[in-house]
């Protein structure tokens, strides 16, 4: 069975993408990206919130 990769949605921050445990990347998800699609910090800087969860495909 293949390895299921975990989307961990951060409060009020990015999704990470996980895999085995381990961070594979940090995609922003509040649009204020200097470094887009990753994240790069600036959610705090404009008070993004958002809701945390978690997705396993
Ligand atoms: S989620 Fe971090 S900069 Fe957008």
């Known amino acids: 069975m293949a390895d299921?990769?975990?989307l961990q949605l951060k409060?009020?921050?990015p999704?990470?993408?996980m895999k085995?445990?381990?961070v594979l990347?940090?995609?922003c998800r509040c649009g204020a990206s200097?470094?887009?699609p990753y994240c790069?910090?600036?959610h705090a800087k404009v008070g993004f919130e958002a809701e945390e969860g978690t997705l396993e495909i």
């Open 4 to 6: 299921k990769i975990v």
């Open 11 to 13: 409060k009020n921050g």
């Open 15 to 17: 999704i990470l993408v």
């Open 20 to 22: 085995d445990g381990k």
């Open 25 to 27: 990347m940090a995609l």
């Open 34 to 36: 200097t470094n887009k």
């Open 40 to 42: 790069s910090g600036d």
